[in-house]
C-alpha cells in the first residue's frame, strides 16, 4: 500500500498551497521573500509530502477561497512616503507594508528593499518619482514586477528573475515617473545579500529530494583539507645524486 505522502499532488493542490501560504503572508507570519521562496518551491513540489512541509510550521486548515485584504489594498489609503531632497532615504531589514508606498527622489537617493518586509497587502503598490536623483526597488527574485509610467532624459527598469508566466506569484506593482533620473527595480542577484537563517523546512525539503545528506546541516558539511591545492601541486622527489656530480 502506498505511503499517503509519496502520493502524487495535483495543480489544483499546488494552488491550494500557493494561496495557503498567500493568507500567512497578510497574517504577518511569512516575509516577501520567504513568500516567495515558498511559492516557488510549491510549484516544484512532487509529492503530498513535500507540499506538506512549506505550510508545516503555519496554523492548520485549508485556506480561504479569497483573500480577505486589509482596507488598505482596496484603494483610497493614504501612502506611506518615503522622500529624500538632495540627501538619502533608505528602509531596509524587517519592516511592514499594510499600505500603497510613496517614494520621491529630488537630486537625491531612495532605497527600498522589500525583501525582508511583512507584506499585509495583495499587491505592494508603489508610486516613485525621480527628478535628478535615484529610486532603487529591491525585490526578491522570483517575484511579478509590473513597472509602467514616463521616463523623460531618464531611464526606469526592472532587473529581476522573474517566475514562469501562470504562477501565482507576489507582484510588485511600480508606477514610474522619472525626469534626468533614474528608477530601477532589481532582484537578489544583483543586490547585496542578505545573510539568512536556515529555515527548518528547507532541511527537511532538501532531504527529501535527496539535496542534502539526512542528518546534516548545510552549514556542517567542509570539504576535506587537502594537504596541498591545485594551483601549487607537490614537487616530485629529486633523482639521488650520482657520484662526481
Known sequence: MNDPGEMR???????????????ASVEGRLTLGELTERTEAAYTALTQAELAVL????????????LAYPPA???GAARRWFVAVMGSSKRRGTWRIDKPLG???VMGDVVLDLRQAEVRTGVVDIMATAIMGDVKIIVPD???????????MGDKKVQVIE????????????KAYVLMGDIKVVGDSRAKPLKKQWAAWREQW????????????PHQIHPPPQPWSS??????PRPPRLPGH
Open 206 to 217: 532538501d532531504q527529501m529530494r535527496g539535496e542534502l545528506p539526512a542528518k546534516a546541516h
Open 9 to 23: 499532488v495535483s495543480d489544483a493542490e499546488r494552488e491550494a498551497a500557493v494561496e495557503w501560504l498567500r493568507v
Open 163 to 174: 517566475a514562469p508566466p501562470g504562477t501565482n506569484v507576489p507582484i510588485v506593482r511600480v
Open 142 to 152: 522570483g517575484v511579478d514586477v509590473e513597472l509602467d509610467g514616463i521616463a523623460i
Open 103 to 105: 517614494a520621491v527622489a
Open 55 to 66: 505550510t508545516a510550521d503555519l496554523p492548520g486548515g485549508h485556506p480561504a477561497p479569497a
Open 231 to 236: 594551483a601549487h601541486p607537490p614537487r616530485p
Open 73 to 75: 489594498e482596496r484603494g
